[in-house]
Each structure stands twice: as C-alpha cells, then as structure tokens.
C-alpha cells in the first residue's frame, strides 16, 4: 500500500513523485577540512513530491535535525564580481525605489551579515538586525547601527516598530513554511507598515531547464510564483509585487499586511506544472548520462574540474563523479572553501590560478549567470582553459 504524504503548506495529499534520490549530502556548504570527512558527512534522501492542490514542492523525507547551521557553514557568494554587483542592484532598489530610510530593518537568515550591512551603509539613518545561527563576526558594528543575533529568528526577540523584513533564500530551507510566516507576521502585527521582501529560487526555472543539480536535501520546500503567492496570502500578508531576477532563477516578492483580519485565498492550480513536473521526471536520466558521457569525453582531452564548490557544484559532482574518478576538484572564488573538501565525494577545492597551475583544461560552469565573469578571469590569467556552462 502506498503511503499517503500531505503538502506543509495546505495540508491536501500529494500524490505525484517529481524526483527520488537516496544517500544525498545533507550539507552543501559546510566546511570539510579533509577528504575523509568530506566523504563521511551525513546522508539523507530526496523524495520530492507535488502538492495536486496548491502546487507546492517540498521533500517528504525531509529530515530537520539532520542539518545544522553553524560556523563552520559558509554560502557567501559575494566574492564574485558579478553576484556582489547584483547585490548593490537589490540594495538600490529598497533604499531608492522603496524608500527604505531611517528604518528598523530585519533580515532573517542573515549570514555573514553583507547584504544587511549594506542597506545600512546604503541610508546613514537605517538600523539593521540580523539573525542566522551561521553568523560568524561581531555582535554589533557601525556605531551600533548593526545588531547580529548567532540564533534563528523566532519572533520572540522582534524589533519594536520593524519596518522592513529582508529574507532572501531561507524559506526554500524550511520544512513547514505556514509556520515561518505565521511567525513573522506574529512578530510584525505591532508594525502595520512593515514590508517585507522575500528571494528564493523559482521551481519553474528549475524543470524547465531539467536543472536536477538544484534538487539537493537543505532545499525542502520549492515554490512557484503562484504557490509562493498563495503562500503569504493564506498567512495573512498582501502580495503586492512578484518579479523574476537573476536571469529568471530567482523570485522577488514584496508584501504588507493585510488589512483585513481574515483573508480567504485559493491556490492557482496549474496543468501547465504538472505537465512540466511529468516532463522533468522523465529527462532526468537522460540528461544525467548524457553529462556522463560529455564528462568523460571533457576528461579524454585534460584534466576537468567544476567551476563552483556551492549546492549545484556539490549536488552536480555527488550525481556525476560520486567517486571522484573524473573530476580533478573544483573552483570557487571564496577563499574560505580553497584548500576544504566538497561533501559528499572529497574533491578538493581549489583557486582559479591553482586550477591553471594544475593542467585543468576544461571548466564546467554551474551557473551560465557567470560565465562571463569567469571568461574574463581567465583573460587576466593569460589562461586558455575552456569553459562549458551547464545549460
């Protein structure tokens, strides 16, 4: 008899088996010192189903305790040119086109603090508080503008009269998300002009570009701009704006309360989701050999690595060379992985002008987004390595 599993977020059987996968890391950024703990990190499995009702994604055999948010986890991307850039984009775009000023700003899930920090360096006037047990740093800075809390946020320790909540690619990490934003409208019910600003990826952008290096066991929860919506909706918030950002893998979402003390919502069904889920679960196989067998063809003409020690990386390697047969390492801009482990299969990580010293001919790009950040990189090495996108 099979097992009947029901949607976090409205509670209607999901019926439909979008991806399986056993054995996954649990982690993809957590700092492996070795290549022995890198291959020994906890395990877990993918079983990625679709809510018939609603159309939200989540992972049913998603297991919370099995992950951990430390110091010794690292997913900044601010050390690319490129990512950093798109930042100060996101940054322009609250403080000017917003008006986010002399405001009391929280940001939920805040890592290393940067992007928090720059919306306040951005207004002299606006105060920041962040919450991420990751946090690593000091506990308050820029002449105490900056607060920073090593703890999840849990709408206990709110900030009297918030004006703007930041949360960008958190929510897709947590396993009840009704829960999540019930906790941070309890928290903001004393600010009525609180906005908030959420980022996660887009679950479309996903199938569409049979993307499976970005279905990996930390995302448990993946949404689309309707099930997103229909998310913040029936926890009581006002969608006021939903766009797509990044070259189309991101959503931008902007909400307020709602004024009114209920709000009755109804989830968009989608046959256009569930024909791109079915056609996604059957690509899958073909596209994962058919990056075999370009793998080994890359490996017949010299060395190849992967360019990017993040989730896709992790998850891409863990798929295609979970023995670390093929693959020399992997490149990552962020000089706190260089010399660590990829979890999972123990490949090492390395700099770009390592990478050069090493014979690397071939570079496969986990996201095109910076393949022509990475082009230029490899200008200024005076370098002839070839560079391949995953698209």
């Known amino acids: 008899?099979?097992?009947?599993?029901?949607?976090?977020?409205?509670?209607?059987?999901?019926?439909?088996?979008?991806?399986?996968?056993?054995?996954?890391?649990?982690?993809?950024?957590?700092?492996?010192?070795?290549?022995?703990?890198?291959?020994e990190i906890a395990r877990g499995t993918l079983h990625i189903m679709l809510c018939d009702y609603c159309g939200f994604v989540f992972n049913a055999s998603f297991e919370p305790g099995k992950v951990s948010y430390d110091e010794h986890y690292d997913n900044a991307q601010q050390h690319s040119a490129f990512f950093s850039s798109y930042l100060d984009e996101l940054v322009h775009h609250l403080v000017h086109e917003r008006g986010i000023h002399n405001a009391n700003i929280i940001e939920i899930g805040c890592g290393s603090g940067d992007f928090l920090r720059r919306m306040v360096m951005a207004d002299s006037s606006n105060r920041g508080y962040g919450f991420d047990p990751a946090y690593s740093g000091p506990e308050n800075d820029l002449n105490g503008r900056?607060?920073?809390?090593?703890?999840?946020?849990?709408?206990?320790?709110?900030?009297?009269?918030?004006?703007?909540?930041?949360?960008?690619?958190?929510?897709?990490?947590?396993?009840?998300?009704?829960?999540?934003?019930?906790?941070?409208?309890?928290?903001?019910?004393?600010?009525?002009?609180?906005?908030?600003?959420?980022?996660?990826?887009?679950?479309?952008?996903?199938?569409?570009?049979?993307?499976?290096?970005?279905?990996?066991?930390?995302?448990?929860?993946?949404?689309?701009?309707?099930?997103?919506?229909?998310?913040?909706?029936?926890?009581?918030?006002?969608v006021d704006a939903l766009r797509l950002l990044f070259d189309q893998q991101y959503m931008w979402l902007e909400a307020g309360l709602n004024a009114k003390d209920r709000f009755s919502t109804q989830p968009a069904k989608s046959e256009q989701l569930l024909t791109a889920a079915r056609t996604f679960a059957r690509s899958v196989p073909v596209r994962l050999e058919a990056w075999r067998t370009k793998?080994?063809?890359?490996?017949?003409?010299g060395g190849v690595a992967l360019w990017g020690a993040?989730?896709?990386?992790?998850?891409?390697?863990?798929?295609?060379?979970?023995?670390?047969?093929?693959?020399?390492?992997?490149?990552?801009?962020?000089?706190?992985?260089?010399?660590?482990?990829?979890?999972?299969?123990?490949?090492?990580?390395?700099?770009?002008?390592?990478?050069?010293?090493?014979?690397?001919?071939?570079?496969?790009?986990?996201?095109?987004?910076?393949?022509?950040?990475?082009?230029k990189l490899l200008r200024e090495l005076d370098s002839d390595i070839s560079l391949v996108a995953l698209e």
Request: one cysteine or more; a neutral charge.
């Open 146 to 238: 900056l607060t920073f809390r090593q703890q999840r946020f849990t709408g206990a320790a709110s900030i009297p009269q918030t004006d703007a909540v930041i949360c960008r690619h958190v929510i897709e990490h947590i396993a009840d998300p009704a829960a999540f934003l019930r906790t941070i409208k309890s928290a903001v019910t004393d600010s009525p002009r609180a906005r908030l600003y959420f980022e996660t990826p887009d679950l479309n952008w996903i199938l569409e570009n049979t993307a499976f290096w970005d279905f990996f066991y930390e995302h448990c929860s993946y949404f689309t701009p309707a099930s997103l919506s229909f998310a913040f909706e029936s926890a009581g918030f006002r």
């Open 310 to 375: 993040g989730a896709k990386g992790v998850t891409f390697a863990n798929l295609i060379d979970p023995q670390a047969e093929l693959l020399q390492g992997v490149v990552d801009l962020n000089p706190h992985k260089q010399g660590n482990y990829l979890p999972g299969t123990g490949h090492p990580i390395f700099s770009l002008r390592q990478a050069a010293a090493q014979g690397i001919r071939t570079l496969l790009i986990m996201n095109p987004n910076y393949l022509a950040e990475s082009a």
């Open 1 to 39: 008899m099979n097992e009947t599993y029901y949607c976090p977020l409205c509670s209607a059987p999901a019926s439909f088996t979008l991806y399986e996968r056993s054995g996954v890391p649990v982690q993809q950024h957590q700092i492996m010192p070795t290549a022995r703990a890198a291959r």
């Open 295 to 301: 793998l080994q063809s890359y490996t017949r003409q």
